[in-house]
């Protein structure tokens, strides 16, 4: 079973927001980062450090964690959002990365 | 260009060897740890191996101890993953991805298709 619990999958209308979580036993206390991965395209940092942005990401997304959820907020959703997203944590008691299940966001 | 870019994948017998290649461009390949994420089809990502900037540290998934092998040649900007008794749950796609030194991948391939079928 995954440390790092996400929803398989997400719909949102367009223009709307869409609201994606990471769950996990005090995630919090974590550095969560997100990722993109359109179909047969690599993953896309999107999010890292919970809140921050890459640049070239849009504003639209956004990030916060606390106590047990991490949340990936993806405002006024466009039907280029259509992906899976991902979290990930690292841990650090074996030096690994550690993803979440992946949520397929569908716009409706 | 910023790139990683994945090579030698393959169709292959169980029990068969691969060896697959990451190439790097565009920024300072020697400073940077490497790793390999894997991601059968339909389904999540899954952390493979890493090695360090240096190539002093190496590490990897349970699954695959024992039969895979990361190594780089930091004068060719590139990373190697040696992938040896291939079985049917290693048929996936093989991304590399960069690592800047934080907890966080900034930086992935497109992967590599590996597919081991009888």
């Known amino acids: 079973s995954r440390v790092l619990t996400q929803p398989p999958s997400v719909s949102v209308a367009p223009g709307k927001a869409a609201t994606i979580t990471c769950g996990g036993n005090?995630?919090?206390?974590?550095?969560v980062h997100w990722y993109q991965q359109k179909p047969g395209q690599a993953p896309v940092l999107v999010i890292y450090y919970d809140k921050d942005r890459p640049s070239g990401i849009p504003e639209r997304f956004s990030g916060s964690n606390s106590g047990n959820t991490a949340t990936l907020t993806i405002s006024r959703v466009e039907a280029g959002d259509e992906a899976d997203y991902f979290c990930q944590v690292w841990d650090s008691s074996t030096d690994r990365p550690v993803f979440g299940g992946g949520t397929k966001l569908t716009v409706l | 260009q910023v790139q990683l870019v994945e090579s030698g994948g393959g169709v292959v017998q169980p029990g068969m060897s691969l060896r697959l290649s990451c190439a790097a461009s565009g920024f300072t390949f020697s400073s940077y740890g490497i790793h390999w994420v894997r991601q059968a089809a339909g389904k999540g990502l899954e952390w493979v191996a890493l090695?360090?900037?240096?190539?002093?540290?190496?590490s990897y998934a349970d699954s695959v101890k024992g039969r895979f092998t990361v190594s780089r040649d930091n004068s060719k900007n590139t990373v190697y993953l040696q992938i040896n008794s291939l079985g049917v749950e290693d048929t996936a796609v093989y991304y590399c991805?960069?690592?800047?030194?934080?907890?966080?991948?900034?930086?992935w391939g497109r992967g590599t298709l590996v597919t081991v079928s009888p």
């Open positions: 005090n995630v919090g206390s974590k550095s």
């Open positions: 090695i360090s900037f240096d190539g002093s540290k190496e």
């Open positions: 991805a960069k690592k800047p030194g934080v907890g966080y991948f900034d930086l």
